[in-house]
Structure formats: structure tokens, C-alpha cells
């Protein structure tokens, strides 16, 4: 992969900020995430880190030795492929989980400027053993664990207020926070050397160049 001056210090950048960092830019690009002070920011970032670092050591505790697919047979979650396109408007999408019924759909499409690009050392330095298809069956599975815990869903626990009036609020939940979770589970059970949001920006550069 070549990547100009600026792209590699900013893919550097990426990859060396911290788990606390990254999650901060991605609850930063929340359209609700503006209405919560600093301080509460922080306090969600890290909360989100911590449950997902904990879900994935549940999760290890219960199939020690299982990667992630074979984590979802376990649990009998199905995992599909599909060949649909993986850009809807700006969004690419990797994978998905459906809830109804509970299963993970991977966009082969979409994995697969991950997987030309990602060889070698390159590999090694951002994967660690893990595949890409690894990590975004793993992220997957939080959101599956997620929706079938008890526990309020993380993405509620922070709501800000959108508007009041008189006793009535109307508030909105952080969808940015179950994805700050997500990655630090894929993190966490396959022991990635860095935040898998990292890879979005593989996947950016990969697009623009091809
Ligand atoms: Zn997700």
C-alpha cells in the first residue's frame, strides 16, 4: 500500500492513539454527542471501553480456545455472506448484525480492499493473528450480546436532552458508543494490536486509490 507523506502520519496517528483517544474522535463525530460537557464525553468513552473489554472476557472465560466464528456457531448465531454493494451513501459497511432474526451478515465487498491491502507486515502490525473477517465477526458478536443482555443498552445510558418543553424532554440515545464498545470487545478477545477502527481508514485509502 502506498500512502503520501501526510496519509502515513495520519494512519500513524491513528494507530498509535490510544483506545481513550479514538474513542473520543468517534463519540466526537456523534450528532448528539455535542450536547454532553466534556466530562461526561470522557466518562462515556471509558465506560464503553470497559464494557466491552469486559463482555469479550466473559465471552473468552466461556469458549477459551474459539475464534470468533466458531464463538457464533456456539451461541448459534448464524454468519452470512453477502455480495450486496457495501456503500449506502457515505457509509461503508463491513458487517452488520440483524437482530429478527439474530444473525451477522459480512459484505464480502466491502471486506475486501482490507484483505488485498493488508499483507505481510502490514498485516502483522495491525491485525496480529486475527483476519478481517476475524475482527468484524467479533465486533458483531458484541452488538449480538448486546441486544440479548438485560442491561440497559450502552448506546442509552448518556442520553442528552434534544429539547424541553415544560416537563417534556425528548432525549436520544449515542449509537457512537456501541461502536466504541464493539471495537474495544474485537480488541479484547482477539488481542489486536490497536483500536479496529483503525481499519476505516485502510479501507478509505484503499478506495481512493483503486
Ligand atoms: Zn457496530
Partial sequence: MALAAADAERFTEFE????????????????????????????????????????????????????????????????????????????????????????????RRGLSPLERVLTGSRAVQLLGEATPRDIFIAHELYHHIESTRPDVPIARRYQPTLFRIGNWHWRTGIAALAEIAAGAFAQALLELPCHPKALDFVVLHAIAVT
Fill in 16 to 107: 498509535r492513539a490510544s483506545p481513550e483517544a479514538l474513542g473520543l474522535l468517534m463519540l466526537q463525530a456523534d450528532p448528539h454527542a455535542g450536547r454532553l460537557d466534556r466530562a461526561t464525553q470522557l466518562a462515556a468513552v471509558s465506560d464503553a471501553l470497559a464494557d466491552g473489554i469486559a463482555a469479550a472476557g466473559n465471552l473468552r472465560a466461556r469458549f477459551p480456545a474459539s475464534g470468533p466464528e466458531q464463538i457464533a456457531r456456539e451461541l448459534g448465531l448464524p454468519v452470512e455472506t453477502t455480495d450486496d454493494d457495501p456503500m449506502v451513501g457515505s457509509i461503508w459497511r463491513f458487517a452488520e448484525y440483524r437482530p429478527r432474526p439474530p444473525r451477522i451478515v459480512l459484505y
